[in-house]
Nanobody, 113 residues
């Protein structure tokens, strides 16, 4: 059982930036990921990061988002730049592989002018 708490979301204008944080009770050796879900849509993978910092991104966010982790603090981050309306949704962190448990409350990001 892993407790995950996401924070940092809010309302931002298109082109703006936000940094999300994910505080975990512990980090496993597995890949950790950021996911997001818009109303009426399936949850999708945004980015993932391995223990050594190796990262991958969805094509829709590549070049705009940066995922990172601090293993001493058991915290993962998602720096989001040049935000678009399509980035609107609730953002969650969890281990990779779209797991069926350990989901937190998420943090809502709204990109709107």
């Amino acid at each position: 059982q892993v407790e995950l708490v996401e924070s940092g979301g809010g309302l931002v204008q298109p082109g703006g930036s936000l940094t999300l944080s994910c505080a975990a009770s512990t980090f496993s050796l597995s890949v950790m990921s950021w996911y997001r879900q818009a109303p009426g849509k399936q949850r999708e993978l945004v980015a993932d990061i391995a223990l050594d910092g190796t990262a991958n991104y969805a094509d829709s966010v590549k070049g705009r988002f940066t995922i990172s982790r601090d293993n001493y603090k058991n915290t993962m981050y998602l720096q989001m730049n040049n935000l678009k309306s399509e980035d609107t949704g609730v953002y969650y962190c969890n281990r990779a592989g779209d797991p069926d448990d350990d989901w937190g409350q998420g943090t809502q990001v709204i990109v709107s002018s």
